[in-house]
């Protein structure tokens, strides 16, 4: 059975941070880009960071950049988000997602997050930034 798992949500200060993971089960991620996704209440489901197979093209958004780091470690089978000076509004459901083969260029992983482009997609974990 082929799954991603999150996790690592919770509730965190304004200023904080959180790592969130995301375990691949059922499958190798090595051939996989991986995508961090987050929809909030009411708004639609926001391409966060995306990142190719082999690690090394990560893409941003504007809203995350230089606060967030997307890292995968394909020996682990497992991609991770660590998100640095939260602000309320980071607050969301954050999902992870993979494509497989998706291309390594920046063009294809920017792709990934912005259409989006994805095969399977985690159940997501909560992320509430509050004081």
């Known amino acids: 059975q082929l799954q991603l798992v999150e996790s690592g949500g919770g509730l965190v200060q304004p200023g904080g941070s959180l790592r969130l993971s995301c375990a691949a089960s059922g499958f190798s991620l090595d051939v996989y880009a991986i995508g961090w996704f987050r929809q909030a209440p009411g708004k639609e489901r926001e391409g966060v960071s995306c990142i190719s197979s082999t690690g090394s093209t990560p893409y941003y958004a504007d809203s995350v950049k230089g606060r967030f780091t997307i890292s995968k470690d394909n020996t682990k089978n497992t991609v991770y988000l660590q998100m640095n000076s939260l602000k309320p509004e980071d607050t969301a459901v954050y999902y992870c997602?993979?494509?497989?083969?998706?291309?390594?260029?920046?063009?294809?992983?920017?792709?990934?997050?912005?259409?989006?482009?994805?095969?399977?997609w985690g159940q997501g974990t909560q992320v509430t930034v509050s004081s």
């Open positions: 997602a993979a494509r497989r083969n998706p291309g390594g260029s920046f063009g294809a992983v920017r792709a990934m997050c912005l259409i989006p482009l994805t095969d399977y």
